[in-house]
């Protein structure tokens, strides 16, 4: 029912903490596809391992490292579920990550489910997206809810989406933070979307994270504003197309 995607490049010391918390999920159904983008360090062994160990486990190797967007889109591509959740090679999940994600979305056969999350920064932790009230929402609603940053937030962990909708929406295999270019689309053409925010997913911050910049502006670029601003700009555009009666 669902596949697991994760990526992964030279993680050699961080990949076997988050693929015991997936195997050691209480719900069962599912698939963990990895995709190996180009490590060159000891990361494609320990995958090896891991593979012939577990039969759910189906490791992709990519010869050269490629953009985030790049390396998701052939995961996905590879993916069998109905269902797909992203989890980052860095972080952690909750034991009933999967189970709770999969029985939000039956209670009302949403297209996305999401979870809350907790944040770890400079040893100490945080609280990302978390509340204790249920919400379903349209997909209106959750465009809604995404640009207040309140409830949800644009990354594509801890979330559960069904596949059709990210195969609307392939990632960009160019841009350095893929995710804000298609994350509103997935939100404005859900039919439903149900958010619970109990932390069952948890981020962990450090130095080498790609979105390291959201939790340091100190890490900021130049060149990571402009990619922002256009997307603000385009999404502007998307969504008056979509919702013409809310252009004011």
């Given at each position: 029912?669902?596949?697991?995607?994760?990526?992964?490049?030279?993680r050699?010391?961080?990949?076997?903490?988050?693929?015991?918390?997936?195997?050691?999920?209480?719900?069962?159904?599912f698939?963990?596809?990895?995709?190996?983008?180009?490590?060159?360090?000891?990361?494609?062994?320990?995958?090896?391992?891991?593979?012939?160990a577990?039969?759910?486990?189906?490791?992709?190797?990519?010869?050269?490292?490629?953009?985030i967007?790049?390396?998701?889109n052939?995961?996905?591509?590879?993916?069998?579920?109905?269902?797909?959740?992203?989890?980052?090679?860095?972080?952690?999940?909750?034991?009933?990550?999967?189970?709770?994600?999969?029985?939000?979305?039956?209670?009302?056969?949403?297209?996305?489910?999401?979870?809350?999350?907790?944040?770890?920064?400079?040893?100490?932790?945080?609280?990302?997206?978390?509340?204790?009230?249920?919400?379903?929402?349209?997909?209106?609603?959750?465009?809604?809810?995404?640009?207040?940053?309140?409830?949800?937030?644009?990354g594509?962990?801890?979330?559960?989406?069904?596949?059709?909708?990210?195969?609307?929406?392939?990632?960009?295999?160019?841009?350095?933070?893929e995710?804000?270019?298609?994350?509103?689309?997935?939100?404005?053409?859900?039919?439903?979307?149900?958010?619970?925010?109990?932390?069952?997913?948890?981020?962990?911050?450090?130095?080498?994270?790609?979105?390291?910049?959201?939790?340091?502006?100190?890490?900021?670029?130049?060149?990571?504003?402009?990619?922002?601003l256009?997307?603000?700009?385009?999404?502007?555009?998307?969504?008056?197309?979509?919702?013409?009666?809310?252009?004011?």
């Open positions: 029912m669902v596949s697991v995607i994760m990526l992964t490049y030279n050699e010391s961080w990949i076997e903490k988050m693929i015991s918390d997936i195997l050691g999920q209480s719900f069962p159904d698939e963990f596809i990895i995709v190996n983008n180009g490590s060159t360090d000891g990361t494609g062994v320990l995958l090896s391992k891991f593979a012939g577990d039969s759910r486990i189906r490791v992709i190797t990519l010869e050269r490292a490629q953009t967007g790049r390396g998701r052939v995961g996905l591509r590879h993916a069998a579920g109905e269902f797909v959740a992203y989890v980052d090679d860095d972080d952690r999940v909750s034991e009933d990550f999967l189970g709770f994600l999969v029985d939000l979305q039956k209670e009302c056969n949403a297209d996305i489910a999401m979870c809350g999350a907790d944040e770890k920064l400079n040893g100490r932790w945080g609280p990302q997206c978390m509340f204790e009230d249920k919400y379903i929402l349209s997909g209106r609603e959750a465009v809604t809810e995404l640009l207040k940053r309140e409830r949800i937030r644009a594509t962990p801890a979330k559960l989406f069904r596949k059709t909708l990210l195969e609307k929406f392939p990632f960009d295999e160019e841009a350095r933070s995710d804000i270019h298609t994350m509103y689309k997935y939100f404005a053409e859900a039919d439903k979307v149900i958010l619970h925010g109990l932390p069952k997913y948890h981020f962990i911050r450090h130095g080498r994270n790609n979105s390291i910049f959201t939790s340091d502006f100190s890490k900021l670029t130049p060149e990571m504003l402009e990619e922002y256009e997307v603000y700009r385009e999404r502007a555009d998307y969504l008056t197309e979509k919702y013409p009666e809310d252009k004011e």
